[in-house]
């Protein structure tokens, strides 16, 4: 991550906030701030390595098999 920060104004659920300052308080997190960075830092990763699973996965497919699998969808659509 950067150590550039931009300046964001969020609402959350107060049970997160909370839960964020439990961190902080227990000295899992050095601020709310980094705690609720380090979630989104984390969700991202998810995001990506899912993303790249998935293709990874959309390359095995078999072309022939999937054609006629959107074959067979689009006749039943159009019924």
Avoid: C, P
Wanted: hydrophobic letters at 40%; a positive charge.
């Amino acid at each position: 991550m950067s150590d550039r920060k931009s300046r964001l104004t969020i609402t959350v659920d107060s049970q997160l906030s909370e839960y964020a300052e439990h961190l902080v308080e227990s000295g899992q997190a050095a601020s709310v701030s980094a705690a609720f960075n380090d979630a989104m830092a984390e969700k991202a990763y998810r995001d990506r390595r899912r993303r790249s699973l998935w293709r990874a996965k959309a390359e095995q497919a078999d072309a022939g098999r999937v054609a006629r699998m959107m074959e067979h969808l689009d006749q039943q659509l159009s019924q």
